[in-house]
Nanobody
Framework: QVQLVESGGGLVQAGGSLRLSCAAS????????MRWYRQAPAKQRELVAV???????NYADSVKGRFSISRDVARNTVYLQMNSLKSEDTAVYYC??????????????WGRGTQVTVSS
């Protein structure tokens, strides 16, 4: 089994910054793609940022230039640096990884989420 634990969420004023972390642990052989999603109240979950095993990145248009995704391969951890936060960034943020799990092959895992609230 693989576990994902997100951290770093909280309450911040508009224009502020937060850094989210998502650490993967368990029977991991390697990690491929790592993604951050978010879900605001009464809205569908949306993809925010992606980073591949080769550290190629992609972002939702709504966060380009403000958010930055990165990863620490040795620590099986993905980060989301969020700057110039806006009230519309308020959501629960989830990480999702594609893992090559020892003895089980390629599998997707979700974290439980971390709340980000931006006050205006």
């Amino acid at each position: 089994q693989v576990q994902l634990v997100e951290s770093g969420g909280g309450l911040v004023q508009a224009g502020g910054s937060l850094r989210l972390s998502c650490a993967a642990s368990g029977s991991i052989y390697s990690i491929n793609v790592m993604r951050w999603y978010r879900q605001a109240p009464a809205k569908q979950r949306e993809l925010v940022a992606v980073i591949t095993s080769r550290s190629s990145t992609n972002y939702a248009d709504s966060v380009k230039g403000r958010f930055s995704i990165s990863r620490d391969v040795a620590r099986n951890t993905v980060y989301l640096q969020m700057n110039s936060l806006k009230s519309e960034d308020t959501a629960v943020y989830y990480c999702k990884t594609v893992v090559v799990e020892v003895g089980r092959g390629l599998r997707d895992y979700w974290g439980r989420g971390t709340q980000v609230t931006v006050s205006s």
